[in-house]
């Protein structure tokens, strides 16, 4: 059990097993400080987590001292010159936080992806961007809870949209050492602005991988730097994987350094 063991409160993902949410948030509730709450489809059929088991997962968190984060949908375009298709996604993620919003979280995640057209349009692509978060501040969403991630391209486009619109950051260093960026830099700059954290090994063919593929030196020192956050104590740090071996080899891995 990992729970209580770190200066940060560590969690992972509601999908460790191949189940819905409260199956996994019964199995991690004693093994780990926090999960992360994936919410991440945008089909307006699909069903997300109603009034009782958004209660149930309020019962847990009380009873356990379980926090949450909540990822919102993934494969948005917030950015999209498409009006029809922005607008389409901002109402998806809006959706998902008017079904998670009673729950409280300490952070959601939210994803600011480039667009599949050729070639990238950057002003076009901020100025797009920058409408949709000014539509999701009027539809409740709290900046300062909601940290843009750091995705698998230079976050450096992304900066001025938060300096903008107040909304923080979601460090995902596993992005960062996966794609081979700056880790330094990356530290420096939106570590002290990061409301929640992901992170995640990696191989030759692809990321999202337990713990024990990051070389132990790096993994050191990158928790040191976590543990010197301002708010280290309310920091979320979900070790993004999915699935049982992912989790048991990475809890394994901290445990060995904690």
């Known amino acids: 059990m990992m729970k209580g063991r770190f200066p940060f409160r560590l969690g992972t993902t509601s999908f460790i097993l191949r ?26 059929s699909y069903p997300y987590p109603n009034r009782e088991t958004v209660a149930e997962l309020q019962a847990i968190g009380a009873e356990h001292e379980t926090t949450y984060t909540v990822h919102l949908p993934i494969g948005i375009k917030l950015g ?39 070639p990238h349009d950057g ?12 539509e999701l501040k009027a539809g409740g969403l709290d900046p300062a809870q909601t940290g843009i991630e ?6 450096t486009e992304t900066v001025p949209l938060l300096d903008a619109t107040g909304f923080a950051i979601t460090l995902d260093i596993g992005h960062v050492w996966y794609r081979d960026y700056d880790e330094a830099k990356y530290l420096e700059l939106y570590l002290p602005r990061a409301v929640s954290i992901h992170l995640h090994g990696f191989n030759q063919e692809r990321d999202h991988k337990g713990l024990q593929h990051v070389p132990r030196p790096r993994l050191e020192r990158f928790l040191d730097a ?15 994987v999915f699935d049982p071996d992912s989790f048991n080899q990475s809890m394994e891995t901290l445990n060995e350094i904690a």
Do not use: G
Request: proline share 4%; hydrophobic share 40%.
């Open 80 to 118: 999209s010159s498409d009006e029809k298709r922005r607008r389409k996604d901002v109402d998806a993620v809006l959706r998902a936080y008017e079904a998670m919003r009673a729950l409280s979280p300490i952070a959601w995640d939210l994803h600011l992806e480039r667009n599949d057209n050729r």
């Open 123 to 134: 002003l076009a692509w901020q100025a797009a961007c920058l409408k949709s978060l000014d």
């Open 19 to 44: 189940d819905d949410i409260l199956p996994n948030v019964h199995y991690l509730k004693d093994r780990v400080d926090h999960v992360e709450l994936l919410v991440f489809e945008t089909d307006a």
């Open 150 to 155: 750091t995705l698998e391209f230079d976050f």
């Open 226 to 240: 976590v543990a010197k956050h301002p708010q280290a104590s309310k920091l979320p740090v979900s070790v993004e």
